[in-house]
């Protein structure tokens, strides 16, 4: 099972990601594996970093992973480390595409373009829902919303914003269930779906 969390800045998406995985937990006794993407580049995202950190249970498994988050899961995986019971949390994909962006950039100058580099995330992104679709494990994805204000005036801040979001469309449509976070509220995108199309006619 995928499960797909978007939503704006501290708007609680990782809460409820923690939330869906201490539940299952409880229900399945399986193990929590905890998939970072941070980078603790200054003092401020040290401590978001730490604070994350200090909210896990000890019993979970941090995997900190800035490019290639399926990697470390690989040895995990291999025969009989994951199970249906256990939970992937990926928090989140929006600084995994900052770390690739940061990757194949030099200040405002970019060395791979806008296609090119979503489908390097997805892929990426692909090698972890294989693994957690072959070992029936859940995986749940949280992701920034960050279209929605304006537009960015660099072309370095507009291919981020881009690339965000064809990358958390295509991961949408790959979940089971996804959930949009509004001010600390959860609204499942499946029971206010008004689109007249269906599926790849969506895009």
């Known amino acids: 099972m995928i499960i797909f969390i978007s939503g704006g800045a501290r708007s609680g998406k990782s809460g409820l990601a923690e939330k869906i995985a201490h539940q299952r937990q409880k229900e399945l006794e399986g193990d929590v ?14 401590s978001r970093i730490a604070a994350h950190r ?3 249970p000890d019993s979970w498994l941090t995997v900190e992973e800035e490019l290639n988050p399926a990697g470390p899961l690989k040895e995990l995986a291999q025969p009989e480390g994951l199970s249906r019971e256990d939970t992937l949390i990926l928090d989140c ?14 200040s405002d100058e970019i060395t791979a373009d806008e296609g ?27 992701a920034n919303e960050v279209g929605l204000g304006v537009v960015p005036l660099s072309s370095l801040g507009r291919l981020f914003r881009d690339v965000a979001g064809r990358i958390n469309r295509r991961m949408e449509q790959m ?8 001010s600390g509220r959860p609204v499942n995108l499946e029971e206010i779906s008004a689109s007249p ?3 790849d006619e969506i895009l």
């Open 54 to 56: 200090e909210r896990r």
């Open 93 to 106: 994909i929006t600084l995994l595409i900052s770390n690739h962006i940061g990757a194949v950039s030099d």
């Open 33 to 46: 594996y905890y998939l970072a993407t941070a980078s603790a580049g200054d003092d401020e995202m040290s």
């Open 175 to 182: 979940a089971d269930k996804s959930y949009f976070m509004i």
């Open 116 to 142: 090119e580099l979503t489908e390097r995330i997805i892929d990426s992104l692909h090698r972890l829902t294989d693994i957690s679709q072959d070992k029936d494990a859940a995986l749940i994805m949280v």
């Open 197 to 199: 199309l269906t599926g």
